[in-house]
T-cell receptor, first 113, second 114 residues
Framework: EDQVTQSPEALRLQEGESSSLNCSYT??????LFWYRQDPGKGPEFLFT???AGEEKEKERLKATLTKKESFLHITAPKPEDSATYLC??????????????FGKGTKLTVNP | NAGVTQTPKFQVLKTGQSMTLQCAQD?????MYWYRQDPGMGLRLIYY???????DKGEVPNGYNVSRLNKREFSLRLESAAPSQTSVYFC?????????????FGNGTRLTVT
């Protein structure tokens, strides 16, 4: 069973058409939720860290929010340069006391001009 | 401002060959990690090093070995490559363990095993 699920798998938007990406998680003991952006042929690039429910962070056209079961990455008036794969990662403490970081499979965003 | 540097960028191996993937970071980070990324799967941790002189297995360590050469460098070795190890390999680093600070990634090594 996946502990971190991202939806949709792929999303096509027109330039200026706002939307949201979802990251849902089933782990307990959340220690941090991370959003990354990955361009083709590149490594993931850090965007945000959220630590507790109700927390929000913003950067340019991106806004990340966190609840007890999911996080949203809101994209307002996207531009073609926002096209990328967005990855979510959840850090948590296992029942055995060890720390773990699990990545979702990502959402591939395409913004058409 | 190099960040995390991985070499080589591309590699093709035949089954049974060995190779070492190199990684170096210039951010004075304590922790370093090796991940693999396969289509339709999330990034999976192979090995990590929480500090110089220590290494630990991650989620998918079989078929790999690592060496933390010094604080800057962390290498990944495939002793006898298999087609199942065809993947994109990413090295990452951060100042503290896993979820305490964001990971900084290199741009990957694309490995094909035939």
């Amino acid at each position: 069973e996946d502990q971190v699920t991202q939806s949709p798998e792929a999303l096509r938007l027109q330039e200026g058409e706002s939307s949201s990406l979802n990251c849902s998680y089933t782990v307990s003991g959340l220690r941090g939720l991370f959003w990354y952006r990955q361009d083709p042929g590149k490594g993931p690039e850090f965007l945000f860290t959220l630590y507790s429910a109700g927390e929000e962070k913003e950067k340019e056209r991106l806004k990340a929010t966190l609840t007890k079961k999911e996080s949203f990455l809101h994209i307002t008036a996207p531009k073609p340069e926002d096209s990328a794969t967005y990855l979510c990662a959840v850090g948590f403490t296992t029942q055995g006391g060890s720390e773990k970081l699990v990545f979702g499979k990502g959402t591939k965003l395409t913004v058409n001009p | 401002n190099a960040g995390v540097t991985q070499t080589p960028k591309f590699q093709v191996l035949k089954t049974g060959q060995s190779m070492t993937l190199q990684c170096a970071q210039d951010m004075n980070h304590n922790s370093m990690y090796w991940y693999r990324q396969d289509p339709g799967m999330g990034l999976r941790l192979i090995y990590y090093s929480a500090s110089e002189g220590t290494t630990d297995k991650g989620e998918v360590p079989n078929g790999y070995n690592v060496s933390r050469l010094n604080k800057r460098e962390f290498s990944l070795r495939l002793e006898s490559a298999a087609p199942s190890q065809t993947s994109v390999y990413f090295c990452a680093s951060n100042s503290r363990r896993l979820y305490n600070s964001p990971l900084h990634f290199g741009n990957g090594t694309r490995l094909t095993v035939t």
